[in-house]
């Protein structure tokens, strides 16, 4: 256990430590999407990865698994945790538990590796949890520690007994007796209802964490009938305490007290006179009034007045008076006429009798439970469970109809998708792509997305479902069914239809290309499907070696091809290259083809024959610098000049070197 001054240093170093957690994770969704385009083999993962992982996460090593953690995106990093994390996921969507009231802005997963860092190597330790029983702040968890719970130990709480079953299914993988996490805040999780049911589950409702035993009873919530003495006639006004009163301690008495017989709490007035019972002439409506029907103990006879049964009056049944005429009684039909439910449990295995649903407590609430719904066509699974029965059986009186259609989902819920899976194959079949556990996680997954109209390649695949499928504008349906499933139906054409035509071929299946007749879906950047041949400039030379962006230069200093205009690339030389020979050739300075070709700059093609000074014989083989010498200073840079240049030659050999007799060597 740590000390406060322990738990303060803890906490300084954990807030240091987020700081270059956040950092890292930064520079790691950067890092990675950049890692993408590049990595073409294993060994270029261990130039991009930011480190190994953590041990618990050893299962995803590899640069093929990095998508099930992170989304493919050049914006904010996202990450994928909650896909796993599935108990986390559950507090959050609750908005309960300690994770809940942690800040949640950003993108998903972005508040996760606040606190989670991975990549640091197998034996870093992504939880960092060592609290102490002082030092937790419990209230944050959203269940405030008082009274008892303030002296119970942690894990007389957080154990494996004590997490619901349905919180179990969210934390597979994990040892129940090592997790904080799971519990409910319901009173019956941790301790037992010694009211068994009767008094629902709400135990704030009489008790508090100061003292169990010390009840705080409210008359108007509390329902006696769930007691073994329930309040009838003028028992329902009587004051609590007149029957609770203190005991010994000074505290009302809400056990251990006498009525099993009326002079248990009245003083009989009549002083023992009559041995039977008070009940026999007296009834809890009016202490004042006997009759005869006061008297009559209906117990003893084969049908004994219970519940309800207990106010109605005897005329209502014994008609006219005649208390000897034999009165149907076997079932509530007998009496309660007509079926208020219509004949609609007529051909149930009962027969459709009253109280397999119905007690003579009460008419309403019902006592079908989940187990009885069970038994019939439509069993009640989670989360039907939880649904009230007025929900599907519209209260409407005798009208009300418990005979409903329930074949498909939509004979209860509204279409959510409008029609939209009507058709064949789904025939608005639900189940086909949801469970009944929740509407908003799909079983449909990549695999049946392959076998659609648009099987998911490349970066589609780590693209999240609703980046696709959502509402248009001023709708609030998603779509799943398009008119056209081209790029950009999804994506923005960025080159405002300047590749019309190119995009309108058609491929072999007869579909449009597209974005793809350039791109591809494994990234946006890969344009390998371009031929520039096709176009009025082939590349050719060293051209080809040419960056993109350096004839196709995009427009206000922007570092992306995003807005540039292809068609407007220049195409004559020196629109591109600088003119290093200072206009000295007039007319023909712009035409660098005549002297120079693509593939190199030098040597260069000028035929120097079509001038007046042939280099035929020993000049053939003598540098151009030999003779093109003349520099001069152009702007501040120093140009050749190929004009004015010698041509006699003494101009370069000198008055002495000796002419050859040509006359002489013609006779030899």
Known sequence: MRKPKEVS???????RERV??????????????????ICVASAAYAQISPGPLAKA?????????????????????????????REIAAELAQNSGLHATYPRSGTPGAACVKCHSDHNGADFPMVHWDPTARGFDHSKTGF???????????????????IPAQARMHLTGKDLNHTWLGLSTGCISCHEDKHQGRFGTTCTQCHSTQDWKGARIEKETFD????????????????????????????????????????????????????????????????????FAAKFDHSKTAFPLLGK?????????????????PIAHQNCSDCHKPDPHGGQFIKRADGGRCESCHTVAGWSPSIVSVTDHAKTKFPLVFPHAKVQCASCHKPEGKATRYKIKFERCVDCHEDEHHGQFAGVPWRNRCEQCHNGGTFKITNYTIVLHQKSSFPLTGGHVAVACVDCHKAPEGSKVALYHFNQLGCTTCHEDIHKDEFRERMAVHDKTGKPLGCEACHSTKEWSDVAKFDHAKTHFPLEGSHRAVGCADCHKPPNMELNLRHVRFANAPTACSECHENPHADQFGARGSDCASCHNSNKWRPSLFDHEKTGFSLKGGHEDVACSACHSLRRLVDGSEVLFYKPTPTACADCHGEKVPRANIQSKVKE
């Open 9 to 15: 240093q803890w906490r300084g170093t954990r807030d």
């Open 20 to 37: 270059q957690i956040e950092r890292r994770a930064i520079w790691f969704g950067w890092r990675w999407i950049f890692g993408l385009t």
């Open 57 to 85: 996460h050893q299962s995803l090593s590899g640069d093929s698994n990095c998508v099930k953690c992170h989304v493919v995106s050049a914006k904010t990093p996202t990450f994928r945790c909650l896909e796993c994390h």
């Open 144 to 162: 405030v520690l008082d009274g008892k719970h303030v002296s119970a130990s942690c894990r007389s709480c957080h154990s494996v007994q004590h």
């Open 224 to 291: 006696h009938s769930k007691t073994r003495f329930p309040l009838t006639g003028a028992h329902r006004t009587t004051p609590c305490k007149s029957c609770h009163a203190p005991g010994a301690d000074g505290q009302p008495r809400y056990t251990g007290i006498k009525f099993a017989n009326c002079s248990d709490c009245h003083t009989d007035p009549h002083h023992g006179e009559f041995k039977q019972g008070c009940e026999s002439c007296h009834s809890t409506s009016t202490w004042k009034k006997s009759s």
């Open 309 to 325: 049964h207990l106010d109605v009056p005897c005329s209502s049944c014994h008609m006219h008076g005649d208390f000897k005429a």
